[in-house]
C-alpha cells in the first residue's frame, strides 16, 4: 500500500499530533493501561498449523490515511483508522525509514527494575526522533519491571539470562536483525578459563533463555554489575573486581547500592563474579589483588555480535513468508507493536496497532497476529518480529518540545515499561 503525497514538514508536527490527540468522533481515548497481555516469549515460542478460520486481513489500509508527518533522518510517520473486523475500531500507526538514514538502537532505564513511560525513554535517548515500546517484561515480588530477556543498549550488556533467548535488535553497523542468541564471555585468571553463564540475571524463572543453567550447574560464572543493584542468585562463592582485581571475596559480598562494593562514583565499575561447583572453587582460589580478566559479548549463532538487543516475541514474517500462529493469545484482538524490515535490509518499519472509540481503552483492541503481520506486509516489509503488545503498546515521536504519543491520543494512559526500540539519524 503507497503512502499518501500529503507530506508535513517537522514545524508542522505539532499541529498534526494535536489533531491525532483531539477527542472527535472515532479517534481514541484514554484508558486503563491493563494487565499484560500474556503473550510474553514463552507463549510465541513455537508454531502451530494456520487455520481458515482466523483472519488475515483487516481494512485498515483500504482507505486514506488520517495523518502524516516526517520527522528528522528522513522518517515517515502514517495512520490509518479502520476495523479489526470484529466491530471494534482501530488504529495503525506506521512509521517507516531508511536503513542508510537511520540506526535501530534501544532506550532503557537507569537499572534494573526501573520503568519509564514510551516517551520518556525516547526523549531520554540522545538523538532518537521516534521510538516504540521494547522486550517483554514481567513484575518480581517487589513489583519491579523485569525484563524477561536480554537487553543491550549501545554495544553495552546490561542483562542476558542463561541459556539462548529470541532478540530483536541491531549489529554493529545498526541494521536490524532477529535472531536467537546467547551470552559468549569468559572469564580468564591464573591457568583458568571460565565461561561466562549469565549477566545481571537475577535467578528468576521468569526470563526467556531456554537452554542449561551452566551457572546453576557450576560450570560457569555469573557476571553481575552496579546495573542490576542488590539483586542477584545466590551461589556457593562471590568474587568483586575493581579495575581488574579482586578487591573482595566471600560467600555473600555486599555489593549494589549503598554498598561498599558496585556502589557511588568509585565502584560504578566494579564487577562481582558468583559461582557454584567447580566453578566456585576456581572462584575461591583467587587472592587479594589477583588480576582477573572479564570479557562477555551477547553473539546470535552465526557469530554476528549485537550492538543493541532487546528479548522479543515470534517471527511473523520471514523472507515474506506469513508465520504468524492464529491459536491462543495470536487470534484475539489485542494492541500490537511490531518491527519490520525488507530483505535486504535497506528499509525499516516501526508499526503499531491500538483500539480507539469513545467507549473502548487504547489497551484494549487491536489485531490478530496474522492481521498484524498482513499489515506489515502491505507496507512492503518482508521479515517482522513481534515485540511486547497490550497495554504496553506505544509510538513517541520526537518534536521541539520533547517526545510525544503519536499512535493515539496524547493523554492516553502509558504503560511504564523497562526498555524501547528508537530510531536515530546517522
Not at 512509521?95 to 538514514?101: F, G, L, N, T
Not at 535488535?169 to 546467547?182: E, I, N, S, W
Not at 530483505?343 to 518499519?349: A, I
Request: proline share 5%.
Amino acid at each position: 500500500m503507497g503512502l499518501p503525497r500529503r507530506t508535513v514538514p517537522l514545524a508542522a508536527a505539532t499541529l498534526l499530533l494535536a489533531a491525532l490527540a483531539t477527542p472527535a468522533a472515532g479517534t481514541v481515548t484514554a484508558g486503563a493501561a491493563g494487565a499484560s497481555a500474556g503473550t510474553g516469549p514463552a507463549a510465541d515460542a513455537g508454531r502451530s498449523p494456520l487455520a481458515s478460520a482466523c483472519p488475515s486481513r483487516s481494512d485498515l489500509l483500504d482507505g486514506s490515511p488520517v495523518a502524516r508527518l516526517r520527522a528528522a533522518g528522513g522518517v515517515t510517520v502514517t495512520a490509518w483508522n479502520g476495523t479489526d473486523g470484529r466491530g471494534h475500531d482501530v488504529r495503525v500507526t506506521a512509521a517507516q525509514a531508511s536503513v542508510a538514514r537511520v540506526r535501530l538502537a534501544v532506550s532503557a532505564a537507569a537499572g534494573f527494575g526501573d520503568a519509564r513511560r514510551t516517551t520518556e525513554l525516547t526523549a531520554g535517548t540522545r538523538g532518537a526522533v521516534i521510538g516504540v515500546n521494547g522486550g517483554y517484561f514481567g513484575y518480581d515480588w517487589s513489583g519491579a519491571a523485569v525484563p524477561q530477556g536480554p537487553l543491550v543498549r549501545g554495544g553495552h550488556v546490561l542483562r542476558v539470562p542463561p541459556g539462548r533467548s529470541a532478540v530483536v535488535g541491531a549489529d554493529a553497523a545498526g541494521r536490524p536483525l532477529a535472531v536467537t542468541a546467547h551470552v559468549d564471555g569468559v572469564v580468564r585468571f591464573a591457568a583458568s578459563r571460565l565461561p561466562v553463564g549469565s549477566v545481571n540475571d537475577d535467578g528468576g524463572s521468569g526470563h526467556a533463555g531456554s537452554g542449561v543453567d551452566a551457572v546453576a550447574a557450576g560450570r560457569a560464572v555469573a557476571v553481575v554489575t552496579p546495573w542490576l543493584g542488590r539483586a542477584r542468585p545466590l551461589r556457593t562463592w562471590e568474587v568483586v573486581l575493581r579495575q581488574g582485581v579482586v578487591v573482595a571475596a566471600a560467600r555473600r559480598v555486599a555489593f549494589g547500592a549503598g554498598s561498599t562494593w558496585g556502589s557511588g562514583t568509585q565502584g560504578r565499575g566494579d564487577v562481582l563474579l558468583a559461582a557454584s561447583g567447580a566453578a566456585g572453587r576456581a572462584l575461591k582460589a583467587l587472592r587479594p589483588r589477583a588480576a582477573v580478566a572479564v570479557d562477555y559479548a551477547l553473539r546470535a549463532a552465526d557469530g554476528t555480535r549485537l550492538g543493541e538487543a532487546v528479548g522479543s516475541g515470534a517471527v511473523m514474517l520471514r523472507n515474506g513468508r506469513d508465520l504468524a500462529r492464529c491459536d491462543g493469545p495470536g487470534s484475539v484482538s489485542r494492541p500490537r507493536t511490531l518491527v519490520a524490515w525488507d530483505t535486504p535490509r535497506t528499509r525499516l518499519w516501526f508499526v503499531t496497532v491500538d483500539g480507539r472509540g469513545w467507549d473502548a481503552p487504547v489497551s484494549r483492541y487491536g489485531l490478530s497476529y496474522r492481521q498484524a503481520t498482513e499489515v506489515a506486509r502491505a507496507l512492503g516489509a518482508t521479515q517482522a518480529v513481534m515485540v511486547d503488545g497490550g497495554g504496553s503498546t506505544t509510538m513517541a515521536l520526537r518534536g521541539s518540545g520533547g517526545a510525544r504519543r503519536v499512535d493515539a491520543p496524547e493523554n492516553a494512559l502509558q504503560r511504564q515499561v523497562p526498555d524501547g526500540l528508537v530510531l536515530i539519524p546517522r
